[in-house]
């Protein structure tokens, strides 16, 4: 157990092995009450973060605790939930997760409209991701210099981001010194071979995963 930021964090290790499962429920109950314990807490609301897999955590806050939840969501599954076959106990933990839930904190409208429209009911408050505006914001002056760069940073799954579709719109603009940087973590083969064909004079610049500090 350590803290960051103001934040407390505690990280139980266990095997995963053949009783994964088992293990995964005993090390969260340890940890729930190795927290309680040692910080004498009050918890008062419990933060899920995206649904599927471990929506049972909030569950079982909510059954042996009597504990609200809210989730937050960014699971780009809820779009076509049939491509991921999931299991019959997957499905039900997912339905109950919604009907049990506070509030579903989805970070667009898009994908709220996707869960609707898949059944699934619940009060919807959109929240957008963010970013630290302490680095990143809008300049109070005119910016002096004429280079300006747009940043993409995501998984590169294009059925999903759509980086083909930002280096598209890219390729069109008619304005010359601007510069598109995608970074991710997905495979980048296919982009480099779409920006060698770049009918632009403007640049391209691909990196692979960073860590936040970097970014």
Known sequence: SFKENNLSITIVYFKRGVTKY???????RKGL???????????DLV????????????????YFYKLNY??????HGFQDLSKYQ??????KLIECGFKNTSMICPVSKQLKNCMKQAGFKASFTIVPNVVN???FNLPIRKPTSK????LHISTLNDSIKNVSGIIDAF?????????????GDGPIDWILERINNLKSSNSVIIESEMKHEDI
Do not use: C, R
């Open 22 to 28: 088992l293990n995964y429920l005993i090390a969260f």
């Open 33 to 43: 009450k190795f927290l309680i314990k040692k910080n004498d807490l009050k918890l």
């Open 47 to 62: 933060h899920m973060n995206i649904m599927h897999p471990g929506i049972w955590q909030a569950l079982y806050l909510k």
């Open 70 to 75: 809210i989730v937050s969501e960014n699971w």
């Open 86 to 91: 999931l299991s019959y106990l997957q499905t």
């Open 133 to 135: 505006t302490d680095i």
């Open 147 to 150: 280079n300006f760069t747009f």
């Open 171 to 183: 390729e069109k603009l008619k304005q010359s010194n601007l510069t598109l940087k995608i970074i």
